[in-house]
């Protein structure tokens, strides 16, 4: 699952590995202040590293671009697109919400995450429709939590995967760094347990 942001909030991808229907934190990343072509960078870096079934992407605002590049490198039935409405926001929540309540997801004891995850409140709007809203706290505006519901929604999506669609170009989504490799800075990085 990928959450854009660029100033004000983090980017942040996060990767599940499902074990017997439990979801397993197996990498969380956190971008601030980084350029697009790095987040990027960030993104084909994961699909390379993972084998990736299907991520959950935010193509709300500045989304827009970035699904759309990794639709087409990797294909638009692994890569699901999710506009940021009221009703997909439910969908993205309840679901996650209910993972934890039943035991079936695993994150590390990182409190940054766990405020994140916290963050988030449900309220009734005036014309009583169910609102998620979350302060920004450390520079998060939620930013783990709608990463990491996102994954989780990308676990339950369960539209068959084409192959064909998936181009084989390996450096659609990488810019050089100038020097002949592959430059991919982030700010923080977990792995394993």
């Given at each position: 699952?990928?959450?854009?942001?660029?100033?004000?909030?983090?980017?942040?991808?996060?990767?599940?590995?499902d074990?017997?229907?439990?979801?397993?934190?197996?990498?969380?990343?956190?971008?601030?202040?980084?350029?697009?072509?790095?987040?990027l960078?960030?993104?084909?870096?994961?699909?390379?590293?993972?084998?990736?079934?299907?991520?959950?992407?935010?193509?709300?605002?500045?989304?827009?671009?970035?699904?759309?590049?990794?639709?087409?490198?990797?294909?638009?039935?692994?890569?699901?697109?999710?506009?940021?409405?009221?009703p997909?926001k439910?969908?993205?929540?309840?679901?996650?919400?209910?993972?934890?309540?039943?035991r079936?997801?695993?994150?590390?004891?990182?409190?940054?995450?766990?405020?994140?995850?916290?963050?988030?409140?449900?309220?009734?709007?005036?014309?009583?429709?169910?609102i998620?809203?979350?302060?920004?706290?450390?520079?998060?505006?939620?930013?783990?939590?709608?990463?990491?519901?996102?994954?989780?929604?990308?676990?339950?999506?369960?539209?068959?995967?084409?192959?064909?669609?998936?181009?084989?170009?390996?450096?659609?989504?990488?810019?050089?760094?100038?020097q002949?490799?592959?430059?991919?800075?982030?700010?923080?990085?977990?792995?394993?347990?």
């Amino acid at each position: 699952g990928m959450d854009f942001g660029r100033r004000k909030n983090l980017t942040t991808i996060f990767v599940f590995e499902d074990v017997d229907g439990v979801l397993w934190l197996r990498e969380m990343v956190e971008l601030e202040m980084m350029p697009f072509s790095e987040q990027l960078l960030e993104l084909a870096r994961i699909f390379k590293t993972y084998r990736v079934v299907r991520a959950a992407m935010d193509q709300t605002g500045m989304g827009e671009m970035p699904v759309e590049l990794a639709q087409q490198a990797y294909g638009k039935s692994r890569v699901h697109g999710v506009l940021f409405t009221g009703p997909a926001k439910m969908g993205i929540a309840g679901p996650f919400k209910q993972r934890f309540e039943d035991r079936r997801i695993k994150i590390p004891p990182l409190q940054r995450l766990r405020d994140d995850l916290h963050s988030v409140t449900k309220r009734i709007g005036p014309t009583g429709i169910p609102i998620l809203s979350a302060p920004t706290i450390n520079g998060s505006h939620a930013d783990r939590f709608w990463g990491a519901g996102l994954a989780c929604l990308a676990a339950i999506v369960e539209e068959p995967i084409d192959l064909s669609s998936i181009q084989t170009t390996s450096n659609l989504l990488a810019l050089p760094n100038g020097q002949g490799g592959w430059s991919i800075p982030r700010k923080d990085k977990y792995h394993g347990y």
